[in-house]
């Protein structure tokens, strides 16, 4: 079984700021793993994902995420946080090869940005 | 462009009444999803389609309903047994093969 946590409703930075929201999973099996940006009243898209290939993943918009199997963790940075960047974030896991339906959603964290 | 349409993107209802939910898409993505998102949560699977005139039940599929005659089309009537339809409803789809999802832009709901 899969799960995951993302730690932290609300995170608040600074334009120009280090984002890192954070993010750790449980998993039976090594896992895929997904980061998805939500603006508000508006769909999820896809930042980026993890599918056992390298461990530091690049995404959309200057994100990145990092793969730790020690840690479980899978969390999510920019280095320069920009307005624009203001929305929901959201974790999720999957098993490898397992059906989208099976996708297990973290409860989200908040982005604000301060200028 | 190819993407999914929802519609309305509000609408409002008042207790006791079904009301149905569009989901239209033109990606050619064989499986189509339903999340109910509440503030504060995650996305939660209410019904999901892999295949025209099949589909399962998610984890919160008390009080929803959905068909799938069409490839392009999958449905959800939010009906008045579902005690609690106030939420954000997300459609997605993907291709079976990635299970990468693509959402559309939400109906918000909302029961006077």
């Known amino acids: 079984a899969q799960s995951v946590t993302q730690l932290g409703s609300h995170v608040s930075v600074s334009e120009g700021a280090l984002v890192l929201l954070r993010c750790n999973y449980s998993s039976s099996v090594p896992p895929y793993l997904f980061w998805y940006v939500q603006y508000p009243n508006q769909g999820l898209q896809l930042l980026l994902k993890y599918t056992s290939a390298a461990t530091l993943v690049k995404g959309i918009n200057g994100f990145e995420a990092e793969f730790k199997k020690s840690e479980t963790s899978f969390h999510l940075t920019k280095p320069s946080a920009h307005m624009s960047d203001a929305a929901e974030y959201f974790c999720a896991v999957r098993a490898p090869y397992s059906s989208a339906s099976k996708i297990i959603f973290g409860s989200g964290t908040r982005l604000s940005i301060r200028p | 462009d190819g993407g999914i349409t929802q519609s309305p993107k509000y609408l409002f209802r008042k207790e006791g009444q079904n009301v149905t939910l569009s989901c239209e898409q033109n990606l050619n993505h064989d499986a189509m999803y339903w999340y109910r998102q509440d503030p504060g949560q995650g996305l939660r699977l209410i019904y999901y389609?892999?295949?025209?005139?099949?589909?399962q039940k998610g984890d919160i599929a008390e009080g929803y309903s959905v068909s799938r005659e069409k490839k392009e089309s999958f449905p959800l009537t939010v009906t008045s047994a579902q005690k609690n339809p106030t939420a954000f409803y997300l459609c997605?789809?993907?291709?079976?093969?990635?299970?990468?999802?693509?959402f559309g832009e939400g109906s918000r709901l909302t029961v006077l």
């Open positions: 389609s892999q295949i025209v005139n099949d589909f």
């Open positions: 997605a789809s993907s291709i079976v093969r990635t299970g990468e999802l693509f």
